[in-house]
C-alpha cells in the first residue's frame, strides 16, 4: 500500500508562506492522483491542489494564484508551497492519493482518496 507523511507545518503571519512536503512510500504504480486536503475546526475536509497522473493540476479557487504543486518524482515527494497565507488557510492539512481520478466533476473529494498521511498543522496569524 501507499503510505504518505506529511511535514513543513508550523505558524506564521498572514502574508507569509510555507513549503509543504509529503513524503511518498510503498506501493505507487499507477498511482493516479495525489492531492493536499485541509481540514478546519469545524469545517469540512477540502481539496485545496492537486496533480493527475497525466500532469494536469487543480487548485481549488479559494487559492488559486497563491498556492502551488509540485513533485519530485526521484525523491517521491510531493509538495505544495504556499504563499500570501492568509487567517483563513489555518488547518489541518493532509497529503493524499488516489487511483481513480482526481475529481469528481469539478471537485476534488476526500471520498475518491485511499491513502492518508496524518496531517500537518498550519497556523496564519492575522
Do not use: H
Amino acid at each position: 500500500q501507499v503510505q504518505l507523511v506529511e511535514s513543513g507545518g508550523g505558524s506564521v503571519q498572514s502574508g507569509g508562506s510555507l513549503r509543504l512536503s509529503c513524503d511518498v512510500s510503498g506501493s505507487t504504480y499507477n498511482t493516479y492522483c495525489m492531492a493536499w486536503f485541509r481540514q478546519a475546526p469545524g469545517k469540512e475536509r477540502e481539496g485545496v491542489v492537486a496533480v493527475g497522473g497525466d500532469g494536469v493540476r487543480w487548485y481549488a479557487d479559494s487559492v488559486k494564484g497563491r498556492f502551488t504543486i509540485s513533485q519530485d518524482n526521484a525523491k517521491n515527494t510531493l509538495y505544495v508551497e504556499m504563499n500570501s497565507l492568509k487567517s483563513e488557510d489555518t488547518a489541518m492539512y493532509y497529503c493524499a492519493a488516489t487511483r481513480d481520478r482526481c475529481r469528481v466533476g469539478s471537485t476534488v473529494s476526500p471520498g475518491a482518496f485511499q491513502y492518508w498521511g496524518q496531517g500537518t498543522q498550519v497556523t496564519v496569524s492575522s
